[in-house]
Structure formats: C-alpha cells, structure tokens
C-alpha cells in the first residue's frame, strides 16, 4: 500500500484552543495523519465531517450544546442512512474525563485517550484507527487486549516475571500512585478496567483477562466475568436460591457470583 494511502484524513475538535494546537502539534508527529481541519464544537464537526469525509477524529467528549458522544451517535446514524455509500469515519474520544469509556465503546469508537495526551499513546490509537480502515477485521493488536496500565511488579524468588503491586493511574493532569493493596474491587468496561479504591474509582486501559494474570492469586480473585474482588474486601457469601450465589462486601454491596467463578469462590470459604 503506498504512503498517500495509508494516511488517514483527520479532523481534531475540541472547544479548547490550546487543546486543539496541542493535538495539532502531536499528530504532526504521526507520518500516516493528515489533518485537513478543526472544529470547536460538536455542530460545526457535524458539517465538516459532511463537507470533508475525514477518514478519522480525534473527538473531545465535553463541548457546549452537541458533545462528544452525541457527534458519535450522529455520526453512526449518518452512517446506516447512507447505506454504505460515505464511508464512517472512525473515532477516537480526546478527553480529560474517564467516567465515558463504556458509552464510547457501546458507539464503536476505535480508542478512548486521556488527556493530558501522551504522543505515544495517542500514535497507538491512530494505529488501531488505520488497522480498521485497512480491513484487519480488529484493532491492531494482538493477544488478549490492550496493555497500557502503568503497573509496577514485583519479582518471585526464582527471579520470574511477578505479580503487580502497584498502578500508577492517569488523574486529571497528573499520574497517581496506587498501591495493589488499596484495590477493593475491579470492574470491566470493554477494553479499560475501573479500579474502585474506597468512593473513588480510576479508568486503565486493560483487558480484564490480561489484569487477572497480572494480579496476585492469594490477594485477588475473580468473581464474574466483568468483577475481581480483594479477598479480604469479601465478607461472606450469599445464596440467593435456584443457585445463585453473591458475594456481600465490606461497603454492605453485594456482586453476583459467575456460575463460572462459584466454585473457586466457594473454595475460598473452604466449601
């Protein structure tokens, strides 16, 4: 495939100046983007994308009046209306809120990137934009997901790969330190993982497949396919009848048991 057609057509649209000039200077960067325009809210992206078909944008989440997720939807509808004579532009969410990661994905976006935006990271999302327009039929990546959580490990004796024992998270314009052991309970949402540590909780791109290797088997288990749990943030077990069972937690909240995981959780109450 030749150079020019790799490129991919990309619009930027944030509501923030400055954003948009930092985007601008990062995706010059990125030899396969082409920027061939900006928009500075969700109205006006609405009628580039239609004067323009960018093959990609780089899309904020909170604007005035249409936001983020709502320029997605439109964008989706835009898509089945033309019965595949435009082709959709992909998408990727630019923003400093993590608490939308499970509605851009449930709008098929191709990433969803944290501001402050790193040049790597946002070159990694770029190539999963380009996979998809090539026809990879995925994202780029292989195995079982996305490994971009900044976690610190620690060594078994034999000297082998160890389990984690810290993150480090991505928190509004900085990075912050959480110990393992302060993780009550990890919640999936799609290709990113929720970490709830006491009221608050923090979005890490990770599968929850990939992260459940990486966690430590004596202080973790699984409970659900979308819920690991601390062991000791478990305080007893529930049948609710017709076999299923919950596990009641420390903050009196109550998870469903997978029919999957009961059995090793009821191992863990030596049942």
């Not at 020019?4 to 601008?24: C, G, K, N, Y």
């Not at 595949?84 to 990137?113: C, N, Q, W």
């Not at 999936?188 to 009221?199: F, K, Q």
Request: aromatic share 4%; hydrophobic share 45%; glycine share 10%.
């Amino acid at each position: 495939m030749s150079g020019e057609a790799r490129m991919l057509q990309t619009l930027i649209v944030d509501d923030e100046p400055l954003a948009i000039e930092r985007l601008q200077v990062i995706c010059a960067r990125i030899e396969t983007l082409r920027i061939v325009g900006t928009a500075a809210d969700g109205a006006a992206a609405l009628r580039m994308i239609e004067a323009l078909r960018p093959d990609l944008v780089l899309l904020d989440m909170t604007m005035p009046e249409l936001d983020g997720l709502s320029v997605a939807r439109h964008i989706a509808l835009a898509s089945r209306d033309a019965a595949g004579d435009a082709p959709r532009p992909a998408v990727i969410f630019v923003t400093a809120h993590d608490s939308f990661a499970v509605e851009a994905f449930d709008l098929d976006a191709v990433d969803y990137v944290l501001k402050p935006v790193a040049a790597d990271r946002l070159e990694r999302a770029v190539t999963r934009a380009l996979s998809r327009r090539e026809g990879s039929g995925g994202d780029g990546r292989g195995g079982d997901g996305p490994r971009e959580t900044q976690g610190g490990e620690r060594s078994d004796p034999d000297g082998g790969p160890g389990h984690i024992d810290e993150f480090w998270v991505p928190h509004r314009s900085e990075l912050l330190r959480i110990a393992a052991r302060d993780v009550q309970r990890i919640d999936a949402e799609r290709d990113y993982v929720r970490l709830h540590v006491g009221e608050v909780s923090y979005l890490l791109l990770e599968t929850i497949g990939g992260l459940e290797e990486r966690l430590a088997p004596a202080d973790f288990i699984r409970v659900h396919r979308s819920t690991i749990l601390r062991r000791d943030f478990i305080t007893g077990l529930r049948h609710e009848g017709l076999g299923v069972w919950c596990a009641e937690l420390a903050d009196d909240s109550a998870v469903r048991i997978g029919r999957t995981y009961l059995k090793a959780v009821k191992a863990m109450a030596g049942r």
